[in-house]
């Protein structure tokens, strides 16, 4: 298949678009600023801003699946402020839309977010909300991805986590009890790929598993997705310092003089956090149901925060060489 990944570049979307190209499919990564060196070889690159229309429109041209990645993170405070969630959440996917449908592309992967509302209670979450929106009254076949917060390497989750949560001694919003379902980049993507087809067997060469059909089961459907652990802020803060050999101590912040320092934070120029940061520190980043079974992977398969700071992936199973 002739497979689009809009924000192609990125943490996930370089790590997509490897697992697309070894699966056979004809992959084309579009990004503001595509480079070689976070793309594997074959992968081909064209550039592009989801707010600019006419920048991306003839991307989609010949295309038979799009995946919508790009996205900014909403653990920190985006250049330009909390309206650049709707420039590029709601917006730059009415641009992916527009074009999608005007040139018949067979599906739309969206990434959205846990917590998606047009009502929420964060810019991010109420631009991913609005997104979902159009993607699900657009006539294209569609699947949609929930997931929680992706570590892995060239991620920003571990690194976030130390910014908020320094070695030794630790000042959290509420005590660090805000909860989050940490799922590993290499147990992610293949769920995403899987949507264009079922992994190629040792019988399949890439040529064969290129053409392969969309898989119709997840075509309409909406995924939540999270790790294999529900894990308190606190505990990955100590889970991170003592991969390092390190070890933190928790002091509460109580949550109103949090939201009196990152209020005022709001409007120091540069600074990382605000109050929409502050306020998504009040809901948990969690799964109502894990829908990793959707796609044949059972949760003990799935890598543990733990096994991957120690230097091990690959399940439940890892934790225990961790520990040895």
């Not at 997104?131 to 929930?146: C, G, K, M, P």
């Not at 690194?159 to 959290?172: D, G, M, R, V």
């Given at each position: 298949?002739r497979?689009?990944?809009v924000?192609?570049s990125?943490?996930?979307?370089?790590a997509?678009?490897?697992?697309?190209?070894?699966?056979?499919?004809?992959?084309?990564?579009?990004?503001?600023?595509?480079s070689?060196d976070?793309?594997?070889?074959?992968?081909?690159?064209?550039?592009?801003?989801v707010?600019?229309y006419?920048?991306?429109?003839?991307?989609?041209?010949?295309?038979?699946?799009v995946?919508n990645?790009?996205?900014?993170s909403?653990?920190?405070?985006p250049?330009?402020?909390?309206?650049m969630?709707?420039?590029?959440?709601r917006?730059?996917t009415?641009?992916?839309?527009?074009?999608?449908?005007k040139n018949?592309?067979?599906?739309l992967v969206q990434?959205?977010?846990?917590?998606?509302?047009?009502?929420?209670?964060?810019?991010?979450?109420?631009?991913?909300?609005?997104a979902?929106?159009?993607v699900?009254?657009s006539?294209?076949?569609?699947t949609?991805?929930?997931?929680s917060v992706?570590?892995?390497?060239?991620?920003e989750?571990i690194?976030?986590?130390?910014?908020?949560?320094?070695p030794y001694?630790?000042?959290?919003?509420?005590?660090?009890?805000t909860?989050?379902?940490?799922?590993?980049?290499?147990?992610?993507?293949?769920?995403?790929?899987?949507?264009?087809?079922?992994?190629?067997?040792?019988?399949?060469n890439s040529?064969s598993?290129?053409d392969?059909?969309e898989?119709?089961?997840?075509?309409?459907?909406?995924?939540e997705?999270?790790g294999p652990?529900?894990?308190?802020?606190?505990?990955?803060?100590?889970?991170?310092?003592?991969?390092?050999?390190?070890?933190?101590?928790?002091?509460?912040?109580?949550?109103?003089?949090?939201?009196v320092?990152?209020?005022?934070l709001?409007?120091v120029?540069?600074f990382?956090?605000?109050?929409?940061?502050?306020r998504?520190?009040?809901?948990?980043?969690?799964?109502?149901h894990?829908?990793?079974?959707?796609?044949?992977?059972?949760?003990?398969?799935?890598?543990?925060?733990?096994?991957?700071?120690?230097g091990?992936?690959?399940?439940?199973?890892?934790d225990?060489?961790?520990?040895?």
């Amino acid at each position: 298949m002739r497979v689009l990944v809009v924000g192609g570049s990125g943490f996930i979307g370089s790590a997509l678009c490897r697992a697309l190209k070894d699966r056979g499919h004809d992959v084309t990564a579009l990004s503001r600023s595509p480079s070689g060196d976070d793309l594997p070889k074959g992968v081909n690159k064209v550039m592009g801003n989801v707010r600019d229309y006419g920048s991306i429109r003839d991307a989609f041209e010949g295309v038979d699946a799009v995946y919508n990645l790009v996205s900014l993170s909403p653990l920190f405070k985006p250049s330009g402020g909390d309206r650049m969630h709707d420039e590029i959440h709601r917006r730059g996917t009415e641009h992916v839309v527009r074009a999608a449908e005007k040139n018949d592309v067979g599906h739309l992967v969206q990434i959205s977010a846990l917590g998606a509302d047009p009502d929420g209670p964060t810019a991010f979450v109420r631009a991913k909300g609005e997104a979902e929106e159009i993607v699900t009254e657009s006539v294209l076949d569609y699947t949609i991805f929930r997931p929680s917060v992706v570590f892995g390497e060239g991620g920003e989750f571990i690194s976030f986590t130390k910014l908020l949560a320094p070695p030794y001694l630790s000042i959290l919003p509420g005590g660090g009890k805000t909860r989050f379902q940490p799922i590993w980049v290499g147990d992610f993507v293949p769920m995403l790929a899987d949507v264009l087809g079922p992994r190629p067997t040792s019988n399949q060469n890439s040529e064969s598993s290129g053409d392969a059909i969309e898989d119709e089961k997840h075509v309409g459907r909406v995924y939540e997705i999270g790790g294999p652990d529900k894990l308190t802020l606190a505990e990955i803060a100590r889970l991170v310092h003592r991969s390092d050999g390190r070890s933190t101590t928790v002091v509460p912040l109580p949550m109103g003089i949090a939201k009196v320092g990152l209020s005022v934070l709001d409007f120091v120029p540069g600074f990382p956090m605000g109050k929409d940061q502050y306020r998504s520190l009040q809901f948990d980043n969690v799964t109502d149901h894990n829908d990793v079974d959707a796609f044949g992977v059972g949760i003990g398969e799935l890598t543990t925060l733990k096994a991957y700071l120690n230097g091990h992936a690959g399940g439940r199973a890892a934790d225990a060489a961790a520990a040895a």
